[in-house]
């Protein structure tokens, strides 16, 4: 089926260079006003696009909901794969892994919490969505295996079944981050922090005491 016309001739190779656009653009639009309160058109604005270029991309409003809350995602691990390889331990990583999350909403370089909240409305309803729900919190909990398989590698921690530890820190930082984001006064990121860390050290048996503040370098899951 050939694309809608936009009124512009597209080089060659600049549909994934639109397409990127376009998820940024919905990411930061869709961050600023909500899933409900955003249209096609806003994007198509923002990123100086036709709506109907977008609609041919994405399809429907839900679909570019999730697409740009992966392309969030895809960036959030890009930063912290680089960040977690210059970290020898696994109580470190854990600890960066916290600090990125943590945090109020819109307070990292990459649009997240305002996603997410959308996100979940719309699985509750969309099977679909609730598909890619699924896909993207099975990667950050793979993440989480990854960094006790690393500590389990190299001698930092025992017998801890990576799974079970992963889906339980995952959720508790998942809620966590939840009450920052919505400016909790009694979940302020320090607290979460030292809650998430507290259970991680309980958990994984690793001798972690609460240090003095860190400079938090943040990006919203």
Aim: include cysteine; proline fraction near 5%; charged fraction near 30%.
């Amino acid at each position: 089926m050939a694309a809608p016309s936009t009124n512009r001739v597209e080089p060659v190779g600049a549909p994934d260079v639109r397409r990127e656009q376009m998820l940024e653009a919905a990411a930061a639009v869709m961050g600023e006003r909500g899933f409900s309160e955003t249209r096609i058109a806003d994007v198509a604005r923002r990123c100086d696009a036709s709506p109907a270029l977008v609609i041919y991309y994405f399809g429907t409003k839900d679909r570019l909901l999730t697409e740009a809350l992966r392309w969030s995602e895809d960036r959030f691990y890009a930063l912290c794969t680089a960040a977690l390889g210059a970290l020898p331990t696994a109580r470190e990583r854990l600890e960066l892994l916290v600090h990125r999350t943590c945090v109020p909403d819109g307070a990292g370089e990459v649009p997240g919490w305002g996603l997410w909240f959308d996100l979940w409305a719309q699985a509750l309803r969309h099977q679909e969505v609730a598909k890619d729900r699924i896909a993207l919190d099975e990667r950050w909990r793979r993440t989480i295996v990854d960094v006790v398989a690393h500590g389990q590698d190299t001698g930092e921690l025992g017998d801890v079944d990576a799974k079970d530890f992963a889906v339980t820190f995952a959720a508790l930082i998942d809620g966590l981050s939840i009450q920052v984001a919505l400016v909790d006064p009694e979940v302020d990121p320090d607290r979460a922090f030292r809650i998430a860390m507290g259970f991680a050290s309980d958990a994984l048996g690793v001798d972690w005491r609460v240090p003095a503040k860190k400079r938090r370098s943040s990006s919203g899951r």
